[in-house]
């Protein structure tokens, strides 16, 4: 089955500096692939995705880019802000059908004022 | 605009003891799913419904089991609880052939 790692763990960055996290997948059958922020107590929130026909994408701070060759992908956030702070999980899954995604375990981004 | 709704969103049981979780998709979506969540952990895949059929099963135990009604609405059951059955129990839902899930807000479960 798909296997995701994602790293860092933990990452702590000045307010107003950008924070890119990683990840990589295993099952070369997998195109899509959605970032989602969870904040503690509550329900993960889509904040983008991408499917492997595309190898980037943007909306206003947070952009995603897709290795396919490499099987990685990096979620980037510019001009971070207090609110960005919380936990971050990559995913990966087939699309289309009602496959399951696989995570990764989590980045707990923290933005220091 | 319509989120999923979970219930209950806290539920406390003793172990052996069964419990149901319930799961109403946003109107028009025909896809469910249930993820695991332990403390600290990442959300684990369970099992998945399409049109009130299963399509795709994860780490489900066996206690476990699940299905889809006429309405889309989704149930978990869950029998013989166990103390590591305590986590955050997520529905999400889909519409048709579209990849975006959207999470409901869980269920916290704690056995005693």
Redo the contacts between chains.
Sequence with gaps: GENVEQHPSTLSVQEGDSAVIKCTYSDSASNYFPWYKQELGKGPQLIIDIRSNVGEKKDQRIAVTLNKTAKHFSLHITETQPEDSAVYFCAASKGGGADGLTFGKGTHLIIQP | AAG?IQSPRHLIKEKRETATLKCYPIPRHD?V?W?QQGPG??????????EKMQ??K?SIPDRFSAQQFSDYHSELNMSSLELGDSALY?CASKQG?A????????TRLTVL
């Design positions: 999923v896809t799913y993820y952990q990442d959300p684990q895949f369970l099992i998945s419904f399409y399509s795709d994860g997520f052939e990849d975006t899930q959207y999470f409901g807000p869980g």
